[in-house]
């Protein structure tokens, strides 16, 4: 689960980038996920960032029926790219929905296709700016040298690995000198359009349903050397962090290879309420908790 922004306290939390950044929960199943969002939400003055906002019951949440909740399809997110296994799982788990009691209706979220794009330069221009105090000085690792700028160089080079150093680069010709504009500011004037089709949305359903992912999961060390493809990958995902709203990830079936199959489901700002009951009223229909991937 990613709580919405602010729900949890970050302090004590390396940055990588301080406005999408969120700590959340990963757990076997629905009721472990409440108990354990229970535990770490709520206020939290040593972080500026924390919502001054109560911290409801959630296992209350865990009722079985969807009667009177309106689960939002978003039709961006059912389209080019996206296997037909898992885009059949889906909408078994939006049938199950259905037969619990949820109306469901169709959404748009027009600006899907700028999320990668947006998510990558925020992400990487915030990082670049947060990993610059990794540097060997102050803490953590440091390289041996011969001179001061010898020794940051060395310590970032052995320290970071590629995908980070990648970020890193990206970052800082976004924020440079000439680009700013172009690049960071353009892209944080399109999150806001973001956002507002996220309003927009939640005005005409409790809850957004998706695939977590266009596909299953590919072997290991596949597409390490294409990192667009691993990239393109975010594009269901990234826009809860970009619009600060929650998200959780629900198993709900399995592909004919036997990999696993995961429902996203999004909601309104401070609403976890209703991530918890459709999650919960899925986990009990699906038949697949506590089911191990037959590879």
């Given at each position: 689960m990613?709580?919405?922004?602010?729900?949890?306290?970050?302090?004590g939390l390396v940055a990588f980038a301080s406005s999408l950044d969120q700590v959340g929960p990963l757990t076997k199943d629905v009721a472990d996920c409440a108990l354990l969002m229970q535990a770490i939400a709520g206020h939290d003055e040593r972080d500026s960032t924390s919502a001054k906002q109560a911290v409801p019951k959630w296992s209350a949440a865990l009722q079985d029926g969807m009667k009177g909740l309106r689960v939002g399809i978003p039709r961006e997110y059912f389209g080019e790219g996206l296997d037909p296994e898992v885009e059949r799982s889906i909408r078994a788990?939006?049938?199950?929905?259905?037969?619990?009691?949820?109306?469901l209706v169709e959404v748009s979220l027009p600006h899907t296709e700028y999320c990668v794009a947006v998510y990558?330069?925020?992400?990487s221009a915030e990082a670049s700016s947060n990993l610059a105090r990794y540097d060997g000085v102050r803490y953590g690792r440091r390289a041996a040298a011969d001179s001061l700028i010898d020794?940051?160089?060395?310590?970032?080079?052995q320290g970071f690995g590629d995908e980070v150093k990648r970020r890193i680069l990206i970052g800082t010709y976004a924020l440079s000198a000439g680009y700013y504009d172009a690049y960071y500011k353009k892209a944080s004037q399109v999150r806001t359009l973001i956002r507002e089709d996220f309003a927009k949305a939640f005005a005409a359903c409790d809850v957004l349903v998706s695939p977590v992912t266009p596909t299953t999961a590919w072997p290991l060390g596949q597409k390490a050397d294409n990192p667009l493809a691993l990239y393109l990958s975010d594009i269901l995902t990234i826009s809860a962090n970009l619009a600060g709203i929650p998200g959780m990830s629900v198993p709900c079936g399995f592909s004919s290879a036997g990999l696993p199959i995961g429902m996203q489901m999004q909601a309104s700002h401070?609403?976890?309420?209703?991530?918890?009951?459709?999650a919960w009223n899925l986990e009990q229909r699906a038949g697949v908790k506590g089911r191990m991937p037959e590879i």
């Open positions: 990613k709580p919405t922004y602010g729900r949890v306290s970050r302090y788990g939006i049938a199950m929905l259905k037969d619990a009691g949820a109306e990558y330069l925020i992400a020794m940051y160089r060395q310590t970032r080079s401070f609403n976890e309420e209703v991530l918890f009951r459709a």
